[in-house]
């Protein structure tokens, strides 16, 4: 399924052809727009083509299952004011949206993004990047387990204690490729000193309510989490990560943000907004994207670069981070 769709401005009378087009530019290259359409909507080519070329307008019905198939809106095309933008959501719970669907479905967007030669990521971080998350296993285990036990619910889950065992391992395998995906992306980072406040509570709430199997697996995690703090210390050194994709990591000490993902490729753009934990609302609206861009570019100004230079700034950052890690296991004993 096609999760993301670019918005174009119609010339009046033509929403049907810029309809089809949203749907065709987020096709890959390969596959042929009619070919698509009379395969979703149980027709001939013949009378694909027909509906392409608009000698044939779409009922509702086929608009309907055109949108909910490709996860398109009509929204932008109908209504394009500036104050008025369309998103997509899927929202994780434990019967037709399933935490690994979920994962499928951020592995699929990175791909999407990483198939244009053109692309850039800027993040501003209130909690850490998700993608982190899925690097190391242990650490990896735990968000996992804790996003279905305590904020979907998962009645699986639900007189469990935390054992990296009753995390299915295809989960954690396609975690690891969302990391990776990731890590090819060149991309620019915003953090404030709270970006891991999050997960130390989370960690924290575990241990207090004894849903850790035992103390060495709460104290894997925070080990794991230092790991992690000292990998991207590292490439934050260097600038790029270990795969090659360029970094810039910014320290924000001014304003706390929220967690907005903005993603550049070419000329398009798509804004993702965190909500409810690690839900994502996505949109392609042009006036919200670029509001959006504005936005982190004028954080960006406000920030400190702790990437490739400012090596004392980037030095206090990371031991300010590493000492929160280390109070915290020092009270997991």
Not at 139 to 145: E, G, P
Not at 201 to 211: E, K, M, S, T, V
Not at 215 to 223: K, L, Y
Not at 258 to 278: A, C, E, I, S, W
């Amino acid at each position: 399924m096609i999760i993301i769709s670019f918005r174009f401005d119609p010339p009046p009378g033509s929403i049907q052809t810029s309809f089809l087009e949203q749907i065709k530019q987020g096709l890959s290259p390969n596959l042929s727009l009619a070919d698509e359409l009379a395969e979703v909507l149980n027709l001939s080519r013949d009378s694909a083509y027909r509906r392409i070329r608009g000698e044939t307008i779409l009922s509702l019905d086929e608009v309907k299952t055109l949108c909910n198939h490709y996860g398109v809106s009509l929204d932008a095309l109908i209504s394009p004011s500036s104050e008025m933008a369309s998103f997509h959501h899927r929202m994780v719970n434990h019967t037709d949206f399933p935490f690994g669907h979920w994962l499928k479905y951020v592995h699929e967007n990175l791909k999407m993004i990483s198939s244009f030669p053109e692309k850039e990521l800027i993040y501003s971080a209130k909690d850490m990047l998700i993608f982190y998350l899925f690097k190391l296993p242990d650490l990896s285990a735990f968000k996992m387990f804790f996003w279905m036990k305590t904020v979907v619910g998962n009645p699986e889950y639900a007189h469990e204690k935390f054992d990296p065992a009753l995390v299915p391992k295809d989960f954690l395998a396609l975690g690891e490729r969302i990391w990776e995906k990731y890590a090819d992306l060149p991309s620019t980072e915003i953090w404030s000193d709270e970006a891991i406040s999050a997960t130390l509570r989370q960690i924290a709430f575990y241990w207090d309510c004894n849903l850790f199997v035992s103390s060495g697996q709460a104290q894997a995690v925070c080990d794991q989490l230092l790991d992690l703090m000292d990998q991207i210390q590292q490439q934050a050194t260097s600038g790029k990560r270990s795969t090659g994709g360029a970094f810039k990591l910014y320290r924000n000490e001014i304003l706390i943000a929220d967690n907005t993902v903005l993603f550049k490729m070419g000329d398009k753009r798509v804004t993702f907004v965190n909500y409810n934990t690690f839900n994502f609302l996505s949109t392609t609206q042009e006036s919200f994207c670029l509001q959006t861009e504005a936005y982190l570019q004028n954080l960006i100004n406000k920030s400190t670069l702790i990437s490739g230079t400012g090596e004392k700034d980037r030095s206090k950052f990371f031991n300010s981070l590493n000492e929160k890690i280390r109070d915290l296991k020092g009270r997991l004993k």
